[in-house]
């Protein structure tokens, strides 16, 4: 176990409560924890029951896939170096039928591998050591995202965004493109269903960030313009030409009015 998960747990108490009462919104939720390392997946199995989860617990991919096959989750927290089967490529297998969230775990710091992660269909990356603290408030903020915006959610306010061929159905949480279905992750969809309500104003990277992320944009720039790059190889014809999302250079983004 890292020496910072050692340390924030010993200073907690393996038993004791993060916080005196648990939503109950949070009982109906299951996050699959996925690390090799046994001491990481117990403590942060800790920090998640006392938050009110039902935590899955997998010790590489294919154990991961099999719990997945098996139970309803929604969130996953994935190790990247595992046996058998790591994280991206497990990753890329889950993306292949699910769209619920991912927080990838790695000892790895560089751009590069956080880019990576999230160009395969992560939705968030924290690096080892951790404050196992930080980690449940991210799940909770990717969660709320999910079920309030996500493939969960269920609105009474049938909502139908559109702009040229490009269509968002906010009620069904379905976006097309000439009449073809388009598959996006939680946070890809975020993204476009923010700059497809406010069509023709310019968000700026940080401002994206704020708002789909709910906290404060530091270093945003790169994770932003991932999403924003896979979102366009999934609305565009040409991505590198795109007719839909535009960027203003030097200000940020916007969805064009067609």
């Known amino acids: 176990m890292t020496e910072k998960v050692k340390n924030e747990t010993n200073r907690k108490g393996l038993h004791g409560k993060t916080k005196e009462r648990v939503g109950e919104a949070n009982l109906s939720m299951n996050i699959l924890v996925c690390d090799d390392d046994k001491e990481i997946v117990g403590a942060i199995e800790v920090y998640l029951k006392n938050e009110g989860y039902t935590v899955f617990k997998a010790y590489d991919g294919l154990e991961a896939l099999d719990v997945l096959d098996n139970n309803e989750i929604h969130l996953v927290i994935m190790d990247i170096m595992m046996p058998k089967l790591d994280g991206m490529r497990t990753t890329m297998r889950i993306r292949e039928e699910r769209n619920i969230p991912i927080i990838m775990l790695s000892a790895k710091s560089e751009d ?9 269909g992560a939705d968030d990356y924290i690096t080892k050591p951790f404050n196992p603290l930080e980690l449940v ?12 915006l996500g493939s969960t959610a269920r609105s009474d306010n049938q909502s139908e965004f559109r702009t040229g061929g490009l269509v968002i159905r906010d009620d069904l949480k379905e976006v097309t493109v ?23 104003r310019v968000f700026s990277i940080h401002q994206i960030y704020e708002a789909i992320w709910n906290e404060e ?7 932003v313009a991932v999403h924003i790059r896979h979102i366009r190889e999934k609305i565009e014809i040409n991505p590198k030409e795109p007719r839909y999302l535009k960027v203003i250079w030097g200000h940020g983004y916007k969805m064009e009015k067609l």
């Open 137 to 148: 408030a991210r799940v909770k903020s990717q969660l709320r995202r999910y079920t309030q």
């Open 217 to 223: 944009a530091i270093g945003a720039d790169n994770t």
């Open 112 to 120: 590069y591998d956080k880019i990576t992660g999230l160009n395969i």
């Open 178 to 200: 000439d009449g073809e279905k388009v598959k996006l992750t939680p946070i890809e969809y975020n993204i476009l269903l923010l700059l497809m309500k406010n069509q023709g």
